[in-house]
T-cell receptor
Framework: GQNIDQPTEMTATEGAIVQINCTYQ??????LFWYQQHAGEAPTFLSY????GLEEKGRFSSFLSRSKGYSYLLLKELQMKDSASYLC????????????FGTGTRLQVFP | DTAVSQTPKYLVTQMGNDKSIKCEQN?????MYWYKQDSKKFLKIMFS???????INETVPNRFSPKSPDKAHLNLHINSLELGDSAVYFC??????????????FGSGTQLSVL
């Protein structure tokens, strides 16, 4: 089966850096996504990794190690508006139309 | 213009009723989905359609019936609603680039409360 693990909650301070980890166990690998979801809103796409390494997009970066089944999302210069849930998702190797989501990490940023 | 729009945003109904949620996307995407997000915020796929054809049916009770009249619309009809159906239902769409990096565009969600 497929399994994705993320911490349930994290807290951080405005201006700081936070790293949200995601580990996955799947029977193959076809790509990993990070989505951001503010309370009461729809998830929105943040990043996509399919090869090992770091993908940087402004204040957000995402890292992937396929051999370790591990990814992290790095948020720099945290702002209050970054308080949200961050969802890690992997593409089902048996069905590429299907994304398997983790339960998400709820991040609270304090002043 | 809203890219993926679903209605209604809130749906409160009694057990045993039948209800529908509508979804439309104006992005020209070929693939549309229904996802269910439970109270623990776990987001799970229910169905996906590609060009009006059912591609994924994720062991959802047959009280749930999706219908895609054209590739821009995917509606969800639920019969005989149960308490456990209470959740937020998200419609989504994605392009078919064939590159594997197709991201999902979500609608704003429908919060269903079954009393």
């Amino acid at each position: 089966g497929q399994n994705i693990d993320q911490p349930t909650e994290m807290t951080a301070t405005e201006g700081a850096i936070v790293q949200i980890n995601c580990t996955y166990q799947t029977s193959g690998f076809n790509g990993l996504f990070w989505y951001q979801q503010h309370a009461g809103e729809a998830p929105t796409f943040l990043s996509y990794n399919v090869l090992d390494g770091l993908e940087e997009k402004g204040r957000f970066s995402s890292f992937l190690s396929r051999s370790k089944g591990y990814s992290y999302l790095l948020l720099k210069e945290l702002q209050m508006k970054d308080s949200a849930s961050y969802l890690c998702a992997v593409r089902d190797p048996g069905n590429t139309d299907k994304l398997i989501f983790g339960t998400g990490t709820r991040l609270q940023v304090f002043p | 213009d809203t890219a993926v729009s679903q209605t209604p945003k809130y749906l409160v109904t009694q057990m045993g009723n039948d209800k529908s949620i509508k979804c439309e996307q104006n992005l020209g995407h070929d693939t549309m989905y229904w996802y269910k997000q439970d109270s623990k915020k776990f987001l799970k796929i229910m169905f996906s359609y590609n060009n009006k054809e059912l591609i994924i049916n994720e062991t959802v009770p047959n009280r749930f019936s999706p219908k895609s009249p054209d590739k821009a619309h995917l509606n969800l009809h639920i019969n005989s609603l149960e308490l456990g159906d209470s959740a937020v239902y998200f419609c989504a769409s994605s392009p078919s680039t064939g590159m594997g990096d197709e991201k999902l565009f979500f609608g704003s969600g429908t919060q269903l409360s079954v009393l």
